[in-house]
């Protein structure tokens, strides 16, 4: 069974500049939510979907959105890039995201660099 | 807000060290805990976890119990590998248990020689 795929592993971006990144779930997964993680501020919640829905978001501005299509595919765009948006990115799926006794499995990331 | 707090790293052991990593939680309620490891280069996999308290997570070596009374689940393992250097995060649910939305630690990194 194949795991988390994120894609690009790499990205470079200049300032204000606008980024997609891509994930795909676990087949039969449904649920995807994306983190940030820099040094400074350490592994943070960005959103979850679940069936195309919006359904937790954490605290980030507007510029962070996402979205994710009927095949449970999720992609996560920021727009006006800052320098404070270097960070990676990483996605993790489980199969609803509600129960307790669910694993969640986390993609590589992907690492964007913004110059 | 939930927050999770941990030892602050680098954490240098030699082989077959016993190891130690401390975290402490604050949450409304029972949340549910977790101790996840990042390997260079790669995501996040999950090591163990606790649903209640006095519940104790164990894999590979390691082990942490809930403790509700100190608000704690420190990761313990009693002979460690060189292959067991990683970044380790401690994390919690929410209340709702939502398995996806979790509050993590600023990790802590375990470099262990020979």
């Known amino acids: 069974k194949a795991g988390v795929t994120q894609t690009p592993r790499y990205l470079i971006k200049t300032r204000g500049q606008q980024v997609t990144l891509s994930c795909s779930p676990i087949?039969?997964?449904?649920?995807v939510s994306w983190y940030q993680q820099t040094p400074g501020q350490g592994l943070q919640f960005l959103f979850e979907?679940?069936?195309?829905?919006?359904?937790n978001k954490g605290n980030f501005p507007g510029r962070f959105s996402g979205r994710q299509f009927s095949n449970s595919r999720s992609e996560m765009n920021v727009s006006t890039l800052e320098l404070g948006d270097s960070a990676l990115y990483l996605c993790?799926?489980?199969?609803?995201?509600?129960?307790?006794?669910?694993?969640?499995?986390f993609g590589s990331g992907t690492q964007l660099s913004v110059l | 807000g939930d927050s999770v707090t941990q030892m602050e790293g680098p954490v240098t052991l030699s082989e077959e060290a016993f190891l130690t990593i401390n975290c402490t939680y604050t949450?409304?309620?029972?949340?549910?805990l977790f101790w996840y490891v990042q390997y260079p280069g790669e995501g996040l996999q999950l090591l163990l976890k606790?649903?209640?308290?006095?519940d104790k997570g164990s894999n590979k070596g390691f082990e942490a119990t809930y403790r509700k009374e100190t608000t704690s689940f420190h990761l313990e393992k009693g002979s460690v590998q060189v292959s067991d250097s990683a970044v380790y995060f401690c994390a919690l649910s929410d209340l709702t248990g939502t398995a996806s939305k979790l509050t993590f630690g600023t990790g802590t990194r375990l470099q262990v020689t020979l």
């Open positions: 979907y679940f069936s195309e829905t919006q359904r």
């Open positions: 949450a409304t309620g029972y949340p549910s």
């Open positions: 087949s039969g997964h449904r649920s």
């Open positions: 993790a799926s489980s199969l609803t995201g509600t129960a307790t006794n669910e694993k969640l499995f």
């Open positions: 606790a649903t209640k308290a006095d």
